[in-house]
């Protein structure tokens, strides 16, 4: 017999307006276990925990607390249970600093009067627990989206619960900071906390899960080991199994743009042989980014890999418009590209996918078309107006084609689950047609069969002579999906490997070529690199 759970979801439902988008699921979390929650993008993962943490209510079922009914009407009542959150969206305040987000709602007062000191100190505490070295004074705004995490995990290890629900919590993650965490989970198991799991990445399920509740279309589908093996748990999520998890077809090196006439040909190839770069980028400086060169060839895949903070999601910024850079040139098809000025980049073909899609990737209120059409404005505009027909018809159709999970293309982008609303973001540039495509850990959060649908857009897009500059760390999705690696360190590009020839091995020694041996510095090393803010 197991031990009495000590949180149940007892066949609880749960409709928003007239759909239905959790039927009938029962799910036991036990002490000192960690219970996994494994679905596609929008299977209701975090509809379900939501329902734990206060966020919604079941319109049918209940919960019980050591197995008695509670009511979770709100978050506070939730943390009061000592029932503690990671949402998978940040809920952290980016005016406040690091100190302020972690003790919010429960700040120290003495005498009334704020007590800094204390607060500071629990923070560090916190921090020290994830062995994260962060200043906690930064405001939360300045830090990148791993960091960010970082500072929410922290925040709900410091409220000490009996429940922990770790949404997604490693999405953002690089390897070291993953081990860090499930050290910390390890702990909390012997503690015989109770916990609650989500993630994509089905490794971690057999590295920290006990058992794993599979749903699909809000549906309970299984209950089963943490130890079944990945085909199998793939196959009870999907319904069907996936046999190729990367299907990159390479070496498509395709000369110029057929016929496209807006796609920018001025140097329209004369020779065939080796095309002319579509993105090339020659002595650019920046913030945190020191002598980049690169060119990325129609039809090529270009991954960009390195650790938290080695200056990637900076650089593909500077290409997309969105950040400044001191010096140097971008050329899009042998075109000089204006620099800092998002919309000559969109207008010369170029997406960029940023790494944060909440804050600068979508526009929340609006609907899914409207966020879909965003960067089509152009070619959906009728005498100046915005044809919401034409731009509602080219949506529908990338819906379709990524199966973008929701009930109505009308529908505002915020109510859809985390994975949809990248699939989206990826959908914009795809509907638009960019030919350079910028991908800021492109498939974070989203689920084994979605990727492999991103996946074969990516190659449809290099097929018809575009191609992909993607940063990522997800090391099998590198090895896999590129052409070609280009490894960047500290603000430089340290080296480059044909992806044929690379290995994980190979790519991480390049990672840290440039990065002081002192194994306590990376993350203070990274303080200079514009995309995690200032530490100092
Ligand atoms: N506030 C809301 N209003 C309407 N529909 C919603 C709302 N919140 C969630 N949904 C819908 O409920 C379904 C389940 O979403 P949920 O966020 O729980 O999925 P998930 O399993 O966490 O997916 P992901 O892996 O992408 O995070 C989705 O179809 C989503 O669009
Ligand atoms: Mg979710």
Not at 446 to 466: C, F, M, P, R, S
């Amino acid at each position: 017999m197991s031990p009495q759970p000590v949180l149940t979801l007892d066949s609880v439902s749960k409709s928003f307006g007239r759909i239905e988008v959790i039927h009938d699921v029962t799910v036991d979390v036990y002490p000192g276990e960690v219970t996994v929650l494994l679905g596609e993008n929008g299977a209701g993962k975090s509809t379900l925990i939501k329902m734990i943490a206060g966020v919604h209510q079941p319109t049918s079922g209940r919960i019980l607390l050591d197995g008695e009914p509670v009511s979770i009407t709100d978050t506070k009542t939730s943390e009061s249970l000592g029932i503690a959150t990671i949402h998978q969206e940040l809920n952290l305040v980016p005016s406040m600093t690091v100190a302020e987000n972690i003790t919010l709602g429960r700040t120290p007062r003495r005498f009334g009067v704020i007590n800094r000191a204390e607060m500071r100190r629990i923070a560090r505490d916190a921090l020290a627990q994830i062995g994260l070295d962060l200043d906690v004074d930064t405001h939360v705004g300045e830090l990148g989206i791993a960091r960010q995490q970082l500072v929410e995990i922290a925040k709900a290890l410091s409220l000490d619960a009996r429940i922990l629900i770790l949404d997604e919590p490693t999405a953002a993650l690089t390897t070291s900071e993953i081990e860090a965490l499930f050290d910390v989970v390890r702990d909390l198991k012997a503690k015989n906390v109770g916990m609650v799991f989500i993630s994509h990445h089905l490794d971690e399920i057999a590295a920290i899960g006990d058992r794993v509740n599979v749903l699909r279309d809000g549906g309970f589908v299984a209950q089963v080991p943490a130890t079944t093996d990945e085909d199998e748990l793939i196959r009870l999520m999907v319904g069907r199994s996936i046999d190729k998890q990367f299907p990159r077809e390479p070496g498509v090196t395709v000369q110029n743009t057929p016929g496209d006439g807006d796609a920018a040909a001025p140097g329209s190839t004369a020779g065939s042989g080796a095309a002319q770069p579509l993105l090339e980028v020659k002595g650019l400086n920046a913030d945190g980014l020191r002598g980049i060169d690169l060119s990325v060839r129609p039809g090529e895949v270009v991954a960009l890999a390195g650790l938290m903070g080695a200056g990637r999601t900076e650089l593909l910024r500077c290409l997309a418009g969105a950040d400044h850079y001191a010096s140097g040139e971008v050329r899009v098809n042998g075109r000089k590209l204006k620099p800092y000025d998002v919309a000559a980049a969109t207008r010369a073909g170029v997406g960029h996918v940023p790494e944060d899609r909440k804050t600068q990737g979508l526009v929340l209120d609006a609907s899914v078309a409207e966020n879909i059409g965003y960067a089509t404005m152009g070619a959906t505009s009728r005498f100046g107006l915005v044809d919401r027909r034409g731009q509602k018809a080219r949506a529908e159709k990338i819906a379709e084609r990524l199966r973008i999970r929701m009930d109505s293309i009308e529908q505002p982008i915020r109510s859809l689950s985390g994975g949809n609303q990248q699939k989206a973001v990826f959908g914009r540039w795809f509907s638009a047609g960019s030919k350079v495509l910028l991908l800021d850990e492109p498939t974070r959060g989203v689920d084994v069969g979605a990727k492999v649908e991103i996946y074969e857009l990516i190659n449809e897009i290099t097929a018809g002579g575009g191609c992909v500059l993607m940063a990522s760390s997800d090391l099998p999705e590198v090895l896999g999906m590129s052409d070609r690696v280009l490894v960047m360190s500290q603000g430089t590009i340290a080296g480059e490997l044909p992806t044929a020839e690379a290995t994980q091995d190979s790519i991480m020694q390049l990672a840290v070529s440039n990065v002081h041996r002192d194994e306590e510095e990376p993350h203070a090393a990274s303080a200079d690199t514009g995309d995690e803010g200032a530490t100092a």
